[in-house]
């Protein structure tokens, strides 16, 4: 099975919000997938995409970077495709906070806004 989630069948170019980001994972059926360094995850982004939040990509990619539990097993189970300012300067920033909630748990209040499903 092939694991691509293809954000550029979306209409949209500026991806935001925690309800968005919640909306999009259940679209694309990504709790479904079985991702794996084997089997990675392929994001594909329009080349005119300009942004995305921290709160959608929590929403979308959080549990899944908590799993791979470091940057360099994040990087083999999400791959990024479009925009190299996305792929390098965003997705880095996302990942490095996703991975800091899970490595400080007294960030309790704000950790669990974002990685709560609501």
């Not at 259940?26 to 995409?49: H, R, T």
């Not at 549990?63 to 880095?92: C, I, M, N, T």
């Not at 991975?99 to 960030?107: D, K, V, Y």
Request: proline fraction near 3%.
């Amino acid at each position: 099975m092939s694991n691509v989630m293809d954000l550029r069948t979306l209409l949209g170019r500026v991806y935001v919000g925690k309800s968005n980001g919640n909306a999009c994972r259940e679209y694309f059926g990504l709790d479904q997938m079985q991702i794996s360094a084997q089997s990675p995850l392929v994001v594909k982004f329009p080349n005119d995409a300009k942004t995305m939040t921290t709160s959608f990509f929590i929403a979308v990619f959080g549990d899944l970077v908590k799993r791979a539990g470091s940057h360099e097993r994040a990087h083999q189970w999400l791959r990024f495709e479009g925009p190299y300012y996305l792929a390098v300067s965003e997705f880095e920033l996302h990942i490095s906070t996703v991975l800091e909630f899970q490595r400080h748990p007294g960030l309790t209040a704000i950790a669990s806004f974002f990685f709560s499903r609501g």
